[in-house]
């Protein structure tokens, strides 16, 4: 865990940014990302270096060479380039930073990052340092979410499938859910024992797959705490209201749903062995062990974009709720 006497820290110099990209994350954002820094970045705060990622994984090392080379190293990609950047510069004080070029960019909209490149990269002008968690599965870096279940065959069958965007991430979920049956898992959950038949159960450390997606709408990056969401397998003539709850940041309103934060959690019962991990899948183990690490990575945000992203729904969810009770239980 990184040592900071604050939160914050003020770098006197111009700080040096690295950005790292990846060619062919995502839907073709980043390809015009060179000219974008250079018309956005101010050059008066920013002394700026680019190199492209060549082969999976060589974001990691290309991270890895930079601590303590770069101030700031920052992913440009989806959350699974993040991932791969992330967990080298976790442990140090080289922070991270996003500019999101994936598909669903689940942590950039958790964490109030513009998802269009040009306006992400105005941001950083006038971005902070902010510590945060990270967290792990069997020893497995994670900074955003890992689930089992539905939740990883969802993740895999995106992966195979042509083309990216919601289209086909939605046909993703479809595809997925109609011949999915839930399995049987046991939980510890910081020594509490439960037993729960799950369509999927996801540990988020952040609140949101991508696309909007909030699958826990409370959960907080810097709070110590792993929220473990248990969802049960919704009938039929319920998915329509449930994914609306999801959409909208009331997932922890239905009834299909379990919320418990925790800082320990062991899982068992994940039959096939398979994670999402931070929206990669990886096969690990029938038992799954996670952990969370507090305040183990820096990040370079706004730290008025740092903030649960519901807030701004608040009245209109309130309004909606009083005038349809009924929708957000199901």
């Keep these: 865990m990184i040592s900071f006497a604050q939160n914050f820290y003020v770098m006197s110099a111009k700080i040096k940014i690295l950005f790292i990209i990846n060619p062919i994350s995502g839907i073709g954002k980043q390809r015009k990302i060179e000219g974008l820094i250079e018309k956005n970045l101010n050059k008066e705060k920013f002394d700026y270096q680019i190199r492209y990622t060549q082969y999976a994984g060589h974001a990691t090392k290309i991270a890895e060479e930079s601590i303590g080379v770069f101030d700031v190293v920052t992913a440009v990609g989806g959350d699974g380039s993040i991932n791969e950047i992330a967990k080298k510069l976790a442990g140090t004080e080289t922070?991270?930073?996003?500019?999101?070029?994936?598909?669903?960019?689940?942590?950039?909209?958790?964490?109030?990052?513009?998802?269009?490149?040009?306006?992400?990269?105005?941001?950083?002008?006038?971005?902070?340092?902010?510590?945060?968690?990270?967290?792990?599965?069997?020893?497995?870096?994670?900074?955003?979410?890992?689930?089992?279940?539905?939740?990883?065959?969802?993740a895999r069958r995106y992966q195979y499938l042509e083309g990216r965007g919601f289209k086909t991430y939605f046909k993703a979920i479809l595809g997925s859910f109609f011949n999915y049956k839930p399995l049987e898992y046991t939980l510890n959950i910081d020594g509490k024992i439960l037993v729960r038949k799950a369509l999927l159960v996801t540990v988020c450390n952040s609140s949101q797959y991508g696309y909007g997606f909030k699958i826990s709408p409370n959960a907080e990056l810097d709070d110590g705490l792993m929220d473990v969401v248990i969802v049960k397998k919704p009938q039929l003539w319920r998915v329509p209201f449930v994914l609306l709850n999801v959409m909208l940041g009331r997932a922890h309103k239905s009834k299909c749903f379990e919320i418990i934060q925790c800082r320990?959690?062991?899982?068992?019962g994940n039959k096939k062995g398979w994670v999402n991990l931070d929206g990669e899948t990886l096969k690990l183990d029938k038992s799954l062990e996670f952990e969370v690490k507090e305040r183990n990575i820096v990040l370079f945000c706004q730290p008025s974009l740092f903030f649960n992203p519901n807030e701004l729904m608040k009245k209109f969810l309130e309004k909606a709720r009083a005038k349809s009770s009924f929708l957000f239980q199901q």
């Design 264 to 268: 320990k959690i062991e899982l068992m």
């Design 95 to 154: 922070a991270l930073a996003i500019i999101p070029c994936g598909s669903g960019n689940g942590l950039a909209r958790a964490l109030g990052i513009p998802v269009m490149p040009n306006l992400a990269i105005k941001y950083l002008n006038k971005a902070e340092f902010k510590m945060i968690d990270t967290c792990e599965v069997n020893k497995k870096f994670f900074l955003s979410l890992a689930g089992a279940g539905y939740d990883s065959q969802v």
